[in-house]
C-alpha cells in the first residue's frame, strides 16, 4: 500500500514563499512519477506540476511557470513544490499524487495518477 502524505500548508500573504512536502512510503519512490494538483473552492482539481522518475524532465502548468519548482530527493522518499510569489488565486488544497506509469502526454491528468495524499490547504491572502 502507498502512502503519501502532504505537508507545509498554511496562510501566507501575497508575495510571499511556501515550501510543500509529500512523503511517500510502501512502495518503490524511485519508480513513481510525481504529480502536485491542486483544488480551488467550487473548482475542479488541476494540474501544477509533476516530475519523472529521475528527476528530469518537470512539468509546470502555464499559471504556476516561473514561480513554482519541483524537486524529489529519492534517498528520502520526498517531493517538494517550492512556491514563490504566491497570489490569492494559488490558494486551493494541495494533492502530491504518484504512479509508476510513465506517458509524458497524460502527466497533467487528474486520473493518470493511481495514489494519492489528502491534500494541505494554502491559503494566500491579498
Known amino acids: 500500500q502507498v502512502t503519501l502524505v502532504e505537508s507545509g500548508g498554511g496562510l501566507v500573504q501575497a508575495g510571499d514563499s511556501l515550501r510543500l512536502s509529500c512523503a511517500v512510503s510502501?512502495?518503490?519512490?524511485?519508480?513513481?512519477?510525481m504529480g502536485w494538483f491542486r483544488q480551488a473552492p467550487g473548482k475542479e482539481r488541476e494540474f501544477v506540476a509533476a516530475?519523472?522518475?529521475?528527476?528530469?524532465?518537470?512539468y509546470y502548468a502555464d499559471s504556476v511557470k516561473g514561480r513554482f519548482s519541483i524537486s524529489r530527493d529519492n534517498a528520502k522518499s520526498t517531493v517538494v513544490l517550492q512556491m514563490m510569489s504566491l497570489k490569492p488565486e494559488d490558494t486551493a488544497v494541495y494533492f502530491c499524487?504518484?504512479?509508476?506509469?510513465?506517458?509524458?502526454?497524460?502527466?497533467?491528468?487528474?486520473?493518470?495518477?493511481?495514489?494519492w495524499g489528502q491534500g494541505t490547504q494554502v491559503t494566500v491572502s491579498s
Open positions: 499524487a504518484g504512479d509508476p506509469k510513465h506517458r509524458a502526454a497524460s502527466i497533467g491528468d487528474v486520473g493518470y495518477y493511481g495514489y
Open positions: 510502501g512502495g518503490t519512490f524511485s519508480a513513481l512519477v
Open positions: 516530475i519523472s522518475w529521475s528527476g528530469l524532465p518537470r
